[in-house]
């Protein structure tokens, strides 16, 4: 990996297993805005487990949740969606939603965060901070 880039796809490939697995869960369990109660303790029990101190119940069902890596001084901030679309989905998935009408953001609430835990533990010991909101 350069050591100027935040995350690379193929740093990913041995977790994609995993990463699909949280993926499909949250879109099979969409909640509208404001009703995110459930997806937001879900991702942040991953998140607690992937190494981050979560501050949980911002604006209701928002987190802040930050990864420190090492004592350098750089910050890379990410920023995901966690609720659903009011849309019906018609796509036949196996992991479809649960819920008639509603289609969540499941790969951008599934995949910075990731990135980000995967960057703190990758072979270049990335020194910063991933603040995730």
């Not at 697995?21 to 109660?37: D, F, G, M, N």
């Not at 949740?65 to 036949?92: K, N, S, W």
């Amino acid at each position: 990996m350069n050591d100027h880039r935040y995350c690379e796809i193929a740093d990913l490939a041995e977790a994609k297993p995993q990463l699909d697995e949280i993926r499909h869960h949250i879109h099979q369990h969409s909640e509208l805005s404001y009703e995110e109660a459930n997806t937001s303790d879900f991702v942040a029990a991953k998140l607690e487990a992937w190494g981050y101190v979560v501050t949980r119940n911002i604006g209701r069902h928002g987190l802040v949740a930050l990864l420190t890596a090492g004592t350098g001084a750089r910050t890379v901030g990410v920023c995901t969606d966690m609720d659903a679309l009011p849309i019906q989905e018609l796509t036949g998935l196996d992991y479809a939603s649960i819920h008639a009408g509603k289609c969540t953001h499941a790969v951008t609430t599934a995949t910075p965060p990731f990135c980000s835990a995967r960057r703190s533990n990758s072979r270049t010991r990335a020194t910063s901070t991933a603040p995730c909101i």
